[in-house]
């Protein structure tokens, strides 16, 4: 299906050959997440998941840091929102609002194409919630992780708590969660936060496009078979992941992308895979 780019006032999005750049562009607020961007990052993700020419997906930050996380002057406007005469509704209202702030993020799990992050600067936050919701993620030496929820006196609730702890040792989110101290990139490499670092901003777009475009090249419906396989793999047990794939593969294994890439192989040329 062919969906037409979404219009937004906190993003920019370009589609090239499959490659889909979406870039969160406050960048005089340090991409902070206000209420729009919370909202206009599901509808980026859901387009990038409904349009059959996104392939694979490149999220980054304009300016010069990636993400300070939630914006301050929405969190502190929420008691407001929320607010009620009875205070067991209040409360039922905020819970809403957290859920909707978890499915947001959660689009960017739920899309069908692998996310890779491009990260450079400030990881702060909010932002952290967002980056381990993609698939992979890459940064600049100038980077700044820092799961900063615990200095405001909260427990991080869109995310990052369940999310973190399946890419880094646990007693390393622990530790991030409980004392809020910055990770560099050279440390976030070591602990596998991110794949790979890069010297710069620069050479981390160039990088991660280049990745990206590696993956573009591949077939389309293995490529999300296998994003599939490896997120319902994560939450259950081996025999459940291989009884899954194996039902999985019953259906989609006779495509014409199979036939295409043994073609491709025979011919000693490259694949071309329709969308």
């Known amino acids: 299906m062919s969906t037409a780019i979404p219009e937004l006032t906190t993003m920019a999005i370009e589609l090239n050959e499959g490659l889909a750049e979406i870039t ?40 010069r840091n990636f993400c300070a996380g939630i ?27 957290i859920l909707d702030l978890q499915d947001c993020l959660s ?34 030496a100038d980077v700044q992780f820092a799961v900063r929820e615990i200095d405001v006196g909260m427990a991080a609730d ?10 880094v040792p646990d007693g390393i989110a622990r530790e991030m969660a409980y004392t809020g101290r910055k990770v560099d990139g050279f440390e976030a490499k070591l602990i596998g936060l991110i794949n790979q670092l890069f010297e710069t901003p620069e050479m981390l777009l160039d990088g991660v496009r280049q990745i990206a475009r590696t993956i573009a090249a ?5 490529i999300r078979g296998s994003k599939e396989m490896l997120n319902y793999g994560r939450d259950h047990s081996v025999a459940d992941g291989l009884n899954y794939v194996a039902t999985w ?3 989609m294994l006779t495509s014409t992308d199979l036939q295409e890439a043994m073609t491709a192989m025979r011919d000693k040329r490259p694949p071309s895979f329709g969308d």
């Open 24 to 63: 969160l562009n406050r960048p005089e607020r340090s991409n902070a997440i206000n209420q729009a961007m919370w909202q206009e990052l599901r509808m980026a993700f859901c387009w990038a998941d409904e349009s059959d020419e996104v392939r694979v997906v490149m999220l980054s930050g304009a300016g």
């Open 71 to 97: 914006d301050l002057a929405m969190l502190a406007g929420i008691a407001e929102t929320v607010a009620h005469r009875d205070p067991a509704r209040g409360r039922e209202a905020l819970r809403r609002v």
């Open 107 to 140: 689009s960017v799990e739920r899309c069908r194409k692998p996310v890779l992050a491009a990260i450079h600067g400030a990881c702060i936050g909010g932002a952290i919630d967002l980056v381990t919701c993609c698939d992979m993620r890459y940064a600049a």
């Open 158 to 167: 869109v995310g990052t708590l369940q999310r973190l702890p399946r890419l």
């Open 218 to 222: 591949k077939s389309p419906l293995a």
């Open 249 to 251: 593969n019953a259906s």
